[in-house]
């Protein structure tokens, strides 16, 4: 089992940048690929980074890339979200979410159902 708590989300400026934080705890979170999702108001989940369980591998949303970092601190059992040149349309709750242990799923993965733990979110608000 492990356990989620986002942080780091407030009302920010287009153009700024944020990062948020997903606090694990629990045993086996450094053997866990870890996911970034939102949920924009009106609008179902949606997948916005991901990073493997050794971290040696990276995924983002088309929305996203170039602008978003995934990093891990295993140390810390904690994954970051960097955010840069924000914009309105990032408004969102953003999620952490945490695979499954077992070695054929330490790939990041794009998918809300390959995830079985998950946060309870941290609201993004990005004004214009």
């Known amino acids: 089992q492990v356990q989620l708590v986002e942080s780091g989300g407030r009302l920010v400026q287009a153009g700024d940048s944020l990062r948020l934080s997903c606090a694990a705890s629990?045993?086996?979170?450094?053997?866990?690929?870890m996911g970034w999702f939102r949920r924009a108001p009106a609008k179902g989940r949606e997948f916005v980074a991901a990073?493997?369980?050794?971290?040696?591998?990276?995924y983002y949303s088309n929305s996203v890339q170039g602008r978003f970092i995934v990093s891990r601190d295993d140390a810390n059992n904690t994954v970051y979200l960097e955010m840069n040149g924000l914009k309105p349309e990032d408004t969102a709750v953003y999620y952490c979410?945490?695979?499954?242990?077992?070695?054929?799923?330490?790939?990041?993965?794009?998918?809300?159902?390959?995830?079985?733990?998950w946060g309870q979110g941290t609201q993004v608000t990005v004004s214009s």
């Open positions: 990073i493997s369980r050794s971290g040696g591998s990276t």
């Open positions: 629990g045993p086996t979170f450094s053997s866990r690929a």
């Open positions: 979410a945490a695979r499954g242990p077992a070695s054929t799923l330490w790939e990041p993965s794009h998918l809300i159902s390959d995830y079985d733990h």
